[in-house]
């Protein structure tokens, strides 16, 4: 239970939307509400629902579900059903009779269920996290990555893009940072004239001005 709840609190905590912005670097990623919500219906997959028994859901053998999908045991209840049917209370949680798909087809939805009597929380949820992570196999021989290596996968490509429009950037930015040395080398030259020639006019204008005086 406990890593059940460890997967929704991290699940939830990216999730979250704060004032300043979002909490979690994986905020809005699809994958995370792909797995949160697949165990979630697991836990109360028809497979595992009898409402013929009293061990035939999660709150009836004393698990309670919350509001954010993190789970909590209800003491007393577990307490009261261990005392009623010990081995119908472990059946519940226990595959006994092992998994069994009818030879289903790799990378279909069958491949994953149970056709055997017994079942169980914890084979169900087993098979619905290799559900999600297995690759998948295709027609032509090649396999599929899971969702998790998919999305990896996907993020690298996208990253290697950046990097690549961002050395393209940088490249750019070097010409331009280059050419406006170049423009202000050009002007500094050009200013350096201006003002030797103004001195040269200046000094004209003074021996001008003295001759002048002294005729």
Do not use: C, H, W
């Given at each position: 239970?406990?890593?059940?709840?460890?997967?929704v609190?991290?699940?939830?905590g990216?999730?979250d939307?704060?004032?300043?912005?979002p909490s979690?670097?994986?905020?809005?990623?699809s994958?995370l509400r792909?797995?949160k919500?697949?165990?979630?219906s697991?836990?109360f997959?028809?497979?595992l629902?009898?409402?013929t028994?009293?061990?035939?859901?999660?709150?009836?053998?004393g698990?309670k579900?919350?509001?954010d999908?993190?789970?909590?045991?209800?003491?007393?209840?577990?307490k009261e059903?261990?005392a009623l049917?010990?081995?119908?209370?472990r059946?519940?949680f226990?595959?006994?009779?092992?998994f069994?798909n009818?030879?289903?087809a790799?990378?279909?939805?069958?491949y994953y269920?149970?056709?055997?009597?017994d079942?169980g929380?914890?084979?169900?949820?087993q098979?619905?996290?290799?559900a999600?992570?297995?690759?998948k196999?295709l027609p032509?021989?090649?396999?599929?990555?899971g969702i998790?290596?998919q999305r990896k996968?996907t993020?690298?490509?996208?990253?290697?893009q950046?990097?690549?429009?961002i050395e393209?950037?940088?490249f750019?930015l070097?010409?331009?940072?280059?050419g406006?040395?170049?423009?202000?080398?050009?002007l500094?030259?050009?200013?350096?004239?201006?003002n030797?020639q103004s001195?040269a006019?200046?000094q004209?204008?003074s021996?001008?001005?003295n001759?002048?005086?002294?005729n």
């Amino acid at each position: 239970m406990k890593a059940y709840n460890d997967v929704v609190n991290f699940v939830n905590g990216q999730s979250d939307f704060e004032d300043s912005g979002p909490s979690g670097a994986l905020f809005g990623e699809s994958s995370l509400r792909t797995v949160k919500n697949g165990l979630a219906s697991t836990l109360f997959s028809s497979q595992l629902v009898d409402a013929t028994s009293a061990f035939g859901s999660l709150g009836l053998v004393g698990i309670k579900l919350a509001t954010d999908g993190t789970l909590s045991v209800d003491e007393t209840k577990v307490k009261e059903k261990l005392a009623l049917d010990a081995e119908a209370f472990r059946d519940f949680f226990v595959d006994l009779d092992g998994f069994d798909n009818g030879g289903a087809a790799e990378g279909t939805g069958e491949y994953y269920v149970d056709t055997s009597s017994d079942t169980g929380l914890f084979a169900l949820l087993q098979k619905k996290l290799e559900a999600l992570i297995d690759d998948k196999p295709l027609p032509s021989g090649a396999k599929a990555p899971g969702i998790i290596a998919q999305r990896k996968a996907t993020l690298e490509a996208n990253i290697k893009q950046f990097d690549k429009q961002i050395e393209q950037l940088e490249f750019r930015l070097e010409g331009f940072e280059q050419g406006l040395i170049a423009q202000y080398s050009a002007l500094e030259q050009t200013m350096n004239q201006l003002n030797s020639q103004s001195s040269a006019l200046g000094q004209l204008q003074s021996l001008n001005f003295n001759g002048n005086n002294n005729n």
